[in-house]
């Protein structure tokens, strides 16, 4: 099954422009696939590293520009796959874009943090998040795609489970259990591998939910700074992301607080291990705020829309789940699973302090009746 992803337009237009491309995304993401299709068709001779190869990262460490183009030749796209294996990739990659100037160099790596080299005005970031609901409707149409909702809530869009069917959770307990922590402990910053995964299974059962550094170490049993610094390798390994606090005119706004969510449903649930039906299950407002929330940042990413993302809570427990900064305007949008509570956007409450405070801003109720239009359009 070969499925279209929605960023490729995006990198295509920033081939030969000068700068190297880097496509970003976990293990298992489809990066190969997509670099794969990106080249299909194309008339420039193009030539592969791939950083698994021992011989190829001596080759690419601590090399030089003429040492560079005895490899390549006269291939003019150099693509370097599993960059983040190769040491001092970040200085490889300056060569190419500051002494080969006429080649076009893709570097697919999973770490944000293994460019070593600062690329200031040197590169082009792409992110590669599992498959979205938005690519999937273009492959099969919305009908088809609708009416395998419940099942996404619960399996997710990692692309290897969505073309394997019936073999959801053998597939993502094996992502779990084999990829989801090989990285972070690659980079030698965890050495505590027993006290990353009880943080993580905390955050699964999280979603939704505001979240305190102090409250997670007391639950795991450690320090603020520990949790914290384990939270931000695993953003860095696109396991979870964080949402913060939306806080400007109104004096009891939480203003530090944050959320933190999942790229993909069905990594969050073979962390707790529980794959039952959504009709048995207590979590499913979570699930379908995180499904969401993680849908529409896949939306903003690709349609490339400069979008600040935020919630916002005061501390008499008002809240609502998402706000959009854009354009100089706010939208407001609170999720239900449940479409009978709304019948319509005109009957969507939200909380007089929020919208006295800030009455220029647009606000949307997002049911199973109409979120195809949030996590598919700009609205």
């Known amino acids: 099954m070969i499925i279209e992803r929605a960023i490729i337009p995006n990198i295509q237009q920033t081939l030969f422009k000068g700068k190297a491309i880097l496509l970003m995304g976990p293990r298992q993401i489809g990066k190969t696939t997509l670099i ?35 490899l390549i030749g006269d291939s003019k796209i150099v ?21 080969i ?16 080299e600062p690329l200031t ?53 094996l992502l779990a259990d084999s990829y989801l922590y090989k990285d972070l402990l690659a980079l030698g910053q965890v050495n505590k ?11 699964a059962l999280q979603i939704g939910s505001e979240v305190s550094y102090y409250e997670l170490g ?10 914290e610094r384990y939270i931000d390798l695993l953003e860095k390994a696109y396991v979870v992301f964080r949402l913060p606090a939306y806080s400007r005119n ?6 530090k607080g944050k959320k933190i969510y999942f790229y993909d449903n069905g990594i969050r649930n073979a962390v707790i291990g529980s794959f039952t039906p959504l009709e048995g299950r207590t979590d499913k407002g979570a699930l379908w705020e995180n499904f969401l929330v993680s849908e529409r940042l896949k939306l903003l990413h690709y349609q490339e829309v400069d979008a600040k993302r935020f919630f916002w809570r005061t501390t ?26 709304w019948k319509s956007k005109a009957k969507t409450k939200f909380p007089k302090t929020f919208t006295n405070a800030y009455p220029e801003s647009k606000t949307y109720g997002v049911t199973q009746d109409n979120f195809e239009d949030f996590i598919d359009i700009i609205i």
């Open 316 to 341: 008499q427990q008002q809240e609502i789940d998402y706000l959009e900064e854009r354009g100089g305007k706010l939208y407001a949008y609170e999720f239900k699973w449940s479409a009978t509570k």
């Open 121 to 173: 005005g040197r590169k082009f970031e792409y992110m590669l998040f599992p498959l979205s609901f938005a690519e999937m409707v273009r492959h099969h149409g919305l009908l088809e795609e609708r009416r395998l909702l419940e099942h996404r809530l619960i399996y997710g869009y990692y692309p290897e489970v969505v073309t394997n069917p019936g073999q959801e959770k053998k597939l993502l307990k």
């Open 193 to 203: 591998p027993a006290l990353l995964e009880k943080i993580i299974n905390a955050l």
């Open 36 to 70: 794969e299709s990106l080249l299909a068709g194309r008339k420039e001779k193009n030539i592969i590293f791939n950083g698994d190869e021992a011989d190829i990262r001596q080759l690419l460490t601590q090399t030089t520009s003429t040492r560079l183009r005895s």
């Open 250 to 255: 109104v004096r009891n706004e939480i203003k």
């Open 79 to 99: 693509v370097i796959d599993e960059a983040q294996r190769i040491a001092d990739i970040g200085i490889t990659l300056k060569l190419f874009t500051d002494q």
């Open 101 to 116: 100037k006429q080649v076009q160099v893709i570097a697919a790596l999973e770490l944000a943090a293994s460019i070593n």
């Open 218 to 227: 007391q639950l795991v049993g450690a320090d603020n700074q520990t949790v």
